[in-house]
């Protein structure tokens, strides 16, 4: 059983240009959620999406940052017009039905010069 | 709302030597728990959880940690700690009875001297 795939592991942009992080949860689990990791710090919640919906999007900046799971394919995590403090890990879980437990997966880090 | 504390930023220890990694939470009742390890460039990796019944838990690669009610703790130990120990270890709690968004620590630091 795969585990939680995210891609691309690294991703570097310029100033201005447009993110798109994947993410396609551990098979079975239909509950994705999204965290950002500053250098020295604790994981951020973002927001969580359950199958076209999003569930709860509190953590998510007002502003660029957009999430959505298709019914098909994989959770995407677009931030539009990067600035250099966009540049952080950006890791997706996913949990099953009784939302327990979370599986991450290995990250995407994005730098943006 | 819970919180979480980990009091150490960094911990240092020889291999070989015993490991106590502490955690602090704050929460009405009786959350769920979990201790997580990431080592460089990697993601989370679960290492143990308690949501109930016995307070003492063991996870996976040796580790262990023990809920204690009285002190709102949840400390992770490990007897004897190898060189591979060093990473990044979050304990997160989660509030019982329909929350899904567990609250994280910010990170112990583990290094390891040979």
């Known amino acids: 059983n795969a585990g939680v795939m995210q891609n691309p592991r690294h991703l570097v942009r310029r100033r201005g240009q447009e993110a798109r992080l994947r993410c396609s949860p551990m098979?079975?689990?239909?509950?994705v959620y999204w965290y950002r990791q500053l250098p020295e710090e604790g994981l951020k919640f973002m927001v969580y999406?359950?199958?076209?919906?999003?569930?709860?999007e509190s953590g998510m900046p007002k502003e660029r940052f957009s999430a959505e799971f298709p019914k098909e394919g994989p959770s995407i995590l677009r931030i539009q017009q990067v600035v250099r403090g966009d540049s952080a890990a950006y890791f997706c879980?996913?949990?099953?039905?009784?939302?327990?437990?979370?599986?991450f997966g290995p990250g995407t880090r994005l730098l943006v010069l | 709302a819970q919180s979480v504390t980990q009091p150490d930023i960094h911990i240092t220890v020889s291999e070989g030597a015993s490991l106590e990694l502490r955690c602090n939470y704050s929460?009405?009742?009786?959350?769920?728990l979990f201790w997580y390890v990431q080592s460089p460039g990697q993601g989370l990796q679960l290492l143990l959880k308690?949501?109930?019944?016995?307070?003492l838990v063991q996870g996976i690669k040796g580790f262990e940690a023990e809920f204690k009610r009285s002190q709102s703790s949840f400390n992770l130990r490990k007897p004897s700690v190898h060189w591979s120990d060093a990473a990044e270890y979050f304990c997160?709690?989660?509030?019982?009875?329909?929350?899904?968004?567990?609250?994280f620590g910010r990170g112990t630091s583990l290094i390891v001297h040979p």
């Open positions: 879980a996913s949990s099953p039905d009784n939302q327990e437990t979370q599986y």
């Open positions: 098979k079975g689990h239909s509950h």
């Open positions: 999406l359950q199958k076209e919906n999003i569930i709860d």
């Open positions: 929460y009405g009742a009786t959350p769920y």
């Open positions: 308690y949501f109930s019944g016995d307070t």
């Open positions: 997160a709690v989660l509030a019982s009875g329909g929350s899904y968004i567990p609250t």
